[in-house]
């Protein structure tokens, strides 16, 4: 049975590689993925798209766990995430087009793992700054 950390890595290969195989094999239909803005995406269908969005709206989208700390099934992880976006990122607010812009960004995921499948994972980042980095906000003043 791999470590719950090692399910994570997993997901995040199998998410970038595009592999919705490993991705089946890692979730379920109680899965739940629950992101800041407030949308859930429940089961391994939904999962899938919500990933297939997310690596369609930047190809080149690279995920390292720096920083993990692990408590019986559960691990939370500091994540720094990058990628430009040169494809439409959809999301519940409405589609946002291609803006050739890089994101470089600190997510804090709390994933819950039981028998090796993900059951819920608790994704936080600054919405803010993503989209201050796309251009669709302005920088703030400088103080």
Same mark, same amino acid.
């Given at each position: 049975m791999?470590?719950n950390r090692?399910?994570v890595?997993t #997901?995040f290969?199998?998410?970038i590689g595009? *592999?919705?195989?490993t991705i089946r094999?890692?979730?379920?239909a109680?899965?739940? #993925?629950r992101f800041p *803005?407030?949308?859930?995406?429940?089961?391994?269908?939904?999962?899938i798209?919500?990933?297939?969005? /997310?690596v369609?709206?930047?190809?080149d989208l690279?995920? *390292?766990?720096?920083?993990?700390?692990e408590?019986?099934?559960?691990?939370c992880?500091?994540?720094?995430l990058?990628g430009?976006?040169?494809?439409t990122?959809?999301?519940?607010m409405?589609?946002?087009?291609?803006?050739?812009?890089?994101?470089? +960004? /600190?997510?804090i995921?709390?994933?819950?793992v039981?028998?090796?499948?993900?059951?819920?994972?608790?994704?936080? #980042?600054d919405?803010l700054?993503m989209?201050?980095q +796309?251009g669709? +906000?302005?920088?703030?003043?400088?103080?």
């Amino acid at each position: 049975m791999p470590t719950n950390r090692q399910v994570v890595e997993t #997901f995040f290969s199998a998410m970038i590689g595009q *592999d919705w195989d490993t991705i089946r094999t890692l979730t379920d239909a109680s899965t739940t #993925f629950r992101f800041p *803005d407030g949308s859930e995406h429940r089961g391994t269908d939904q999962v899938i798209e919500v990933c297939e969005q /997310w690596v369609t709206a930047m190809p080149d989208l690279h995920v *390292d766990m720096v920083e993990v700390v692990e408590a019986g099934n559960t691990i939370c992880s500091r994540i720094h995430l990058t990628g430009t976006q040169t494809g439409t990122l959809i999301t519940p607010m409405g589609d946002i087009p291609p803006t050739g812009r890089k994101v470089d +960004l /600190w997510p804090i995921d709390w994933v819950v793992v039981e028998d090796g499948r993900i059951v819920e994972w608790l994704i936080r #980042f600054d919405q803010l700054t993503m989209m201050m980095q +796309l251009g669709l +906000l302005p920088e703030p003043a400088a103080v």
